[in-house]
């Protein structure tokens, strides 16, 4: 080459950018987000969008109890990703995140902090305990808003909403106040979910189901002392069971009115047991059948003498038992009753079924219809009482009735039974699914307590307009002293749930099914927990049970709590609350405190009506949490806003299914499977976990592991190389769509592709279907970009001229491609979409600016003959598929060496051999007649700038080497033009 002629290497428009293609998260991110703080980006979209149409997301609280897990994650993401495509869509979507603080998970590990320093809670002083609680969850609140900050979350981070506070705590006592005012709350002692570790009743949220395989199972004799069928006189009725505790209360003996039963003559004894269950009963006990004296040898004879002694349940109505241990007199010396209850079945068991009103749903509303009361033997930890005549402080047996050596073969209850001849059977073999508090992991079990309740089905009372008179506990939520002609008119609780879910949107649809069925089968709510940190029962009560509805001091209570929190509610202060006009000596301050669910379910109330956030409004547009709050908090605030205003405090519910590892199991910290987001990010970065969480199907339980990070990294790899790309591609680049000319038909192609999924990604919002919007977005970027239109064009791109009026279309659209794509990115990528605006336009970013705060672009709609494309991609595709042996076996090295020949009928028309060769890449193509495609290694030379193999490729005049008529021409200008 002599001194004067040129490097080709400077004749080629190769793309230039500073955008890195590693892109070192870990390290970047905490520094874009520093720069969003300072600018503080959420207040300046909140400026941005403010007067447009509001989208609302309420955010259910997560719990002020440990650091983020990947579950937590994932849903913060979802929520994000709403948030964000509906500020890019235009809406002014605010965010407001929160805590849920009050209840037994932060009491019980301040406990477990107790219990280290061998320090006892019931001798701190409860003011002392609730501000070590309130210490606790404000210590969690910093811990996990520092965390999902750093996932690239956007909201008012620095003014949550906490349940704690007081104007908070104040207004979930208003909430509960306008339950008591309207009647629409009583106290009544029913059978609860009750922890005997935790000493509390649950809600059914708070409880999970283990399968247990060592379950007792007993068959208990009761000997028949009454009864109108004089053949069960002396003979025993016998009922299977497998919670052995509860005999110690058993009160009755349950029958199916419709269930035949029979008395078998065994080599035990006479035994009363379902006709359906006799084998079954048989083979437990091991007992055999007895020829009874008198009993005919006559197949028909004994057919008609073993129908007399067969009936039907109805039959067995006035029959009496004595318990296996009456003769500790007392309590056991009274005959348990027999008493016809529908809910008796022949699935398993005897057909008969022992009453614990204290213990079970069933048994407690049968014996109740039959003035049978429960005799709370058993304490808050699950130990009989003192003064219980079998089992009480005198037995040194005496245990919490969880305990697992308490219902074994050597426990007080088989033991016993055996000893007394009742114990026909027993084993430690059963299996079925047992209830577990979710928080201790241990066994919870019916419990007959006071407790306050929010009735399902009594007509709810029209607030405040109708006054409302006291009611008694003992009413179980029936209305002996409500006006029922004024309220006879009103749906009830139950009833206008179930209208609110049927109004209800639900994402995915499944989900109204499964809250209607438990609204549909619920039973009353529980309100009352018997523990220390949380909003009280702000009621005074007489001692007939009655509690005061006085506005008058409920608006002092409320106000005292506004100002003060929970710890304003104690007993010096009564004379206060109540006033001139009621004496503090008739009135006792009930102890206990709310349920959280009723905590979290007021949050509608004190976030988007309250006014401290006045960009919110009033009801929420959208609710999101995991599937497993259909019983959780959107119930709890479905119910309370039932009652208190009639309609849900939600338009829409989005459920997301449950985080498991790589193999599809449960995540759990004993079997050493868990993912951490926070090493994530530190590996990895929050972008990677934003990619991964927004393209699983969030709705269906979904995978994480190493192979599926690494999976989720090559996507992330390949749509980072886009951007760059583009960045490189546009360097320098100024102009829009009315600068480019007549735009070639690749070009209106590619255009009518991005409208296309413009169009999926705006009804993929709508949808909330953020798998398939990330999946379009890294499909359009690999499969229509890279490598399709980007392959094509690179050669126009590098050695066009620079008045080329396909290359100026060409990053015309690419400019188009650019706005369009690093908005749609925004919401997903939410860093490296930044770090992509900033590079190119890095005044915007000296000025404040920033990607978020961008509106979803403009794209236009362009014709395009689509069929054509299709068929041209397809032939592409079997260009480059007939030319891969010939790569492998190392015949040409790159495509444009290969001659092709293509099926003419395969092309469409219209198309010059030119345009094929450049939509291959290939060296030149020609048209046969066969069906085939045919390659073959080109003869032509090489031009030494662009590296096709061309016909016209000749010595230059310009350069030292060969070059193409297309090259030699561009050389020339730039040579003209320096």
Known sequence: MSENTRDLKDTVFLPKTDFPMKAGLPQKEPGIQARWEEIDI?????????????????????????????????????KDMVVRSQNLIGKDAPFVPGWDCHGLPIEWKVEEQYRKKKKNKDEVPAKEFRAECRAYAQHWVDVQRSQLKRLGLMGEWDNPYLTMDYEAEGTIVAELLKFAEAGNLYRGAKPVMWSPVEKTALAEAEVEYEDLTDSPQIDVAFEITESPIPELVGAHAVIWTTTPWTIPVNQAIAYGPSVTYELLNTSGGKFLVAFDLTDAFLLRTGFDLVDEPGMPDDDVALAEWKAQRMWTGEKLAGTKARHPMHHLGGFYATPRPFLAGDFVTTDSGTGLVHMSPDHGEDDFDLCKAHGINP????????????????????????????????????????????????????????????????????????????????????????????????????????????????????????????????????????????????????????????????????????????????????????????????????????????GPDHDPQEYEMVTDILDVWFDSGCTHAFVLESGRWPDLHWPADLYLEGSDQHRGWFQS??????????????????????????????????????????????????????????????????????????????????????????????????????????????ELYVLSLLSELDGKLRKAVEDYDFNTYTRLLVDFCNEDLSAFFFDIRKDTLYCDGPDSVTRNSYRTVLDLLFHALVRYAAPVLVHTAEEVWLTRYPEDGEQGGSVHLLEWPSVPTVPADREKWTKLRALRERVTEAIEPLRREKIIRSSNEAVVTVPADAVPDGVSDEQLAELFITGTVTRGDGDEVIVAKSTDAKCDRCWRLLPDVTPSANVDGALCGRCETVVSQLEAAE
């Open 42 to 78: 959420y207040a300046k979209l909140r400026e941005a969008r403010k007067g447009r149409e509001k989208f609302i997301l309420h955010d259910g609280p997560p719990y002020a109890n440990g650091n983020m897990h990947i579950g937590h994650a994932m849903q913060r993401i979802l």
């Open 375 to 578: 005799v709370f033997a058993v304490m808050d930890d699950g130990r009989y009482r003192d003064d219980w005549l079998w089992l009480g402080a005198h037995d040194e047996r005496r245990r919490s009735v969880i305990n697992k050596p308490f219902n074994g073969p050597d426990g007080p209850i088989r033991s016993d039974l055996r000893e007394v001849g009742a114990l026909l059977s027993e084993s430690d073999d059963y299996r079925h699914s047992y209830p577990h508090s979710w928080r201790s992991k241990a066994k919870v079990i019916y419990r007959c307590t006071p407790q306050w309740f929010v009735p399902m089905d009594k007509h709810l009372a029209h607030l405040p307009a109708i006054p409302v008179e006291e009611q008694r506990w003992e009413d179980e939520g029936g209305d002996d002293t409500i006006d029922e002609e004024a309220t006879a008119g009103s749906p009830t609780l139950r009833e206008l749930a179930i209208e609110a879910i049927r109004t209800t949107r639900f994402v995915p649809e499944k989900g109204r099914n499964r809250i209607g069925s438990m609204v549909e089968s619920r039973p009353d709510w529980v309100l009352s927990r018997q523990r220390a940190w949380g909003v009280p029962i702000t009621l005074f009560v007489r001692p007939d049970g009655t509690y005061l509805k006085d506005p008058k001091v409920n608006a002092r209570i409320i106000d005292a709590i506004r100002r003060e929190g929970v710890d304003a509610w104690e007993e010096s202060r009564k004379a206060e609350f109540l």
């Open 637 to 746: 605030s479905l119910l309370e806003s039932c009652a208190t205003r009639g309609r849900a405090p939600y338009n829409q519910i989005l459920t997301h299914g449950f985080t498991m590892d790589a193999k599809g199991l449960k995540m759990s910290k004993s079997l050493g499977n868990t993912v951490d987001p926070l090493k994530i990010m530190e590996q990895y970065g929050a972008d990677i976990i934003r990619l991964w969480a927004l393209s699983v199907d969030f709705t269906e339980d979904h995978r994480i592991g190493d192979e599926i990070l690494k999976g989720v990294g090559d996507q992330y790899r390949r749509l980072r190389n886009t951007f760059r790309y583009l960045l490189g591609a546009l360097d320098g680049f100024v102009g829009d769509m009315s600068d480019a000319g007549e735009i070639p038909e690749l």
